[in-house]
């Protein structure tokens, strides 16, 4: 009992260590100040950042959100009121080993973040709606900053054709910190790759209308410290930029207008996001997804690897498209889902689990069921049991069951007498073969004409006429002299 207060006190010390460690970087102060004509959002910690945070801005509801590993909130409340200028509101959520804080705005913005201290500085950049890119059309839109000392020249430039009749001009950059410049001219888009040059062989016009795309013509040329490349669009178009790694993507995609759409626009529906990312790994960057997202997104253990990523007001679906084709993944959607891993291993579970699906028809109790026919032969509806029978196995070689009306254990047969056709089976293809004879046993279509014949000749005859009768009145009755006209009627003269 003597040893108990000293075994106490070393429990505790050892949480306090446990928590320290696990935690050793906490969130003190959240403030909001206007430098220089910027707002800056200054975030106090208890320790300084060894790096740069990652973070991804949204434009509805305009957001920004930034990951803090290993960092904690010792602000004492997770919601901190600012109103001022862009910035209404800051949330701090912590899960696990991490925090995210998360800048409630009132319009959209681009943002940049610097370590000063004990402080992370974020700061707001207002970046026009698309009602105000359209308006001052032909301004710079900043896809990302220059972080070269030196200009580096491009590798290569080449066009190719997308999904839905997009073009796609794609450059490989001498490394991931290019600048980039987009702006829309006219009927025109100017994209300048910033203290960039271009080798001789890559001074051209590319010609690319039998493409079949909305790019008739791609143009490069160096322009100074910079190398500007005009793209050449027709028709109605919008376009888009990524960039994974040292490879720059531009894509220009046709409007196609549907008058059954009540919204005009491409495939892809998500909430647009901005994404920066240096160097993150996969799996992080899937798990910021996950979390901008309703879905569930569960990655294989063999995802490995990182990635350079910049987007801009990408809808998320197509964010997470462009990943999955990068790194050569694949994904399966299952409710609100998502099982993520290479294309390889889920083509081999998909094969994995169809010769399961085997193994268990295999063991299945086979039943007889007897269909009652009502218009169609019996002997007919068996020939087209085992005309398909014969083609599936003729189309899959004799392996496969997905295409057949009967297993490999099925059988059929029928008889004349009652039309009746039999069919001895697995529960599941005989229900198959009822939706089929469903189908079949109906009334022929009949047209039903009808006629009236009329048949005379020149001996039919009628008559019409009428019988008068005259008769002195007066020396009957005593009346005066008149015309009497056969039946109760009379007529009177003089």
């Keep these: 009992m003597r040893n108990w207060p000293a075994r106490s006190l070393a429990i505790a010390l050892l949480a306090t260590a446990t928590i320290s460690a696990w935690a050793e970087n906490a969130i003190r102060s959240i403030s909001s100040t206007v430098q220089a004509g910027a707002e800056v959002v200054r975030v106090e910690f208890s320790e300084p950042l060894t790096a740069p945070p990652a973070g991804f801005a949204v434009q509805t509801p305009p957001r920004i959100a930034i990951d803090l590993p290993g960092v904690s909130n010792a602000m004492g409340k997770p919601k901190v009121e600012i109103n001022q200028g862009n910035l209404r509101s800051a949330n701090v959520a912590v899960s ?47 896809f990302a900053p220059s972080q070269n000392d030196s200009p580096l020249a491009l590798r290569d430039i080449d066009f190719r054709r997308g999904q839905g009749d997009a073009g796609r001009v ?99 529906s998500g909430e ?38 910049r987007l801009k007001d990408v809808p998320w679906d197509q964010a997470l498209d462009i990943i999955l084709e990068a790194k050569g993944l694949g994904m399966r959607k299952s409710g609100n889902v998502i ?11 998909r094969k994995a689990g169809l010769a399961a699906e085997q193994e268990v028809l295999a063991l299945e109790v086979v039943k007889t069921q007897a269909f009652q ?38 059988s059929v047969a029928f008889d004349v007498r009652t039309n009746q056709v039999f069919v001895t089976d697995i529960p599941s293809k005989i229900e198959e073969v009822a939706q089929v004879i469903a189908r079949i046993d109906i009334p022929v279509r009949q047209v039903q004409i009808e006629a009236r014949i009329v048949i005379a000749d020149d001996t039919f005859g009628r008559s019409l006429g009428v019988k008068l009768g005259f008769a002195d009145l007066s020396l009957q009755n ?17």
């Design 373 to 410: 026919l009502n218009y169609a032969k019996a002997e007919d509806i068996m020939k087209q049991i085992v005309a398909n029978q014969a083609v599936a196995n003729q189309q899959s070689g004799g392996g496969g069951n997905s295409n057949r009306l009967l297993s490999p254990r099925g």
């Design 96 to 142: 696990g080993d991490r925090a995210r804080l998360v800048l409630n705005l009132k319009s959209p913005a681009n943002y940049t973040t610097q370590i000063q201290g004990n402080a992370l500085l974020v700061v707001l950049e207002n970046v026009p709606t698309a009602q105000n890119q359209a308006n001052s059309e032909g301004v710079a839109v900043q």
């Design 339 to 349: 099982l993520i891993a290479p294309k390889e291993e889920l083509a081999a579970r």
């Design 478 to 494: 005593g009346y005066a002299p008149g015309v009497g006209i056969g039946g109760n009627n009379r007529a009177t003269v003089g």
């Design 170 to 268: 794609v450059v490989e950059l001498p490394n991931s910190q290019v600048g980039v410049d987009i702006q829309q001219k006219g009927k025109t888009l100017v994209v300048d790759f910033l203290k960039s040059t271009l080798p001789d062989k890559l001074r051209r016009r590319l010609d690319v209308t039998d493409f079949g795309t909305p790019v008739t013509a791609v143009t490069t040329t160096q322009n100074g410290d910079r190398v500007r490349m005009v793209v050449e669009p027709q028709g109605a178009w919008e376009h888009s930029a990524y960039q994974t790694d040292n490879q720059f993507v531009l894509e220009v995609r046709p409007i196609k207008v549907d008058p059954n759409k009540l919204v005009q626009g491409p495939g892809f």
């Design 272 to 309: 647009k996001l901005s994404l920066n990312f240096q160097n993150i790994e996969v799996r992080a960057l899937l798990q910021v997804i996950a979390d901008f997202t309703n879905f569930n997104v569960v990655t294989s253990d063999t995802v490995t690897g990182n990635v350079t990523l």
